[in-house]
């Protein structure tokens, strides 16, 4: 049997897709790219990934089948310093839920709302 990570692939659902991108894109200072669903049903934006590193790839995606929300599972995204992309959060369109905030041995962690009520997670090591 192969190992492997428990998370293979995300997706964060939005209702505005433009605003999302916006708000994703100025947080985190990268370009998310438009991938193809082959169902045709969904509209995805996917951050930038490469499926041969460590860590899963995702997308932002608009879908009758999903929506956004808070209160449901939370996506951590691996940064530098937490305190960097906190930083643009209310810029962006989003708010800053718990500042960032040590967790002992693993690092710090951030509590954030994206701009179509998701609530996400900044984690790093300083």
Partial sequence: MTKMNAVGWFDIY??????????????FACKL???????GETQMMSFPTDMGLYGAGGALSK?????????GTVVYFSVED???????????????????????????????????GNIIGLSSMK
């Fill in 14 to 27: 939005v209702a505005e897709l433009d605003r999302a991108v916006l708000f994703y894109e100025t947080v």
């Fill in 33 to 39: 790219e438009p991938i193809g669903d082959p169902t």
């Fill in 82 to 116: 937490c305190a960097i992309e906190e930083a643009r959060i209310a810029k962006a369109g989003g708010k800053v839920i718990r500042p960032k905030f040590s967790i002992g041995e693993f690092g710090w962690v951030t509590l954030c709302q994206d701009s179509e």
């Fill in 63 to 71: 879908s009758e089948f999903g929506r956004p929300g808070a209160g």
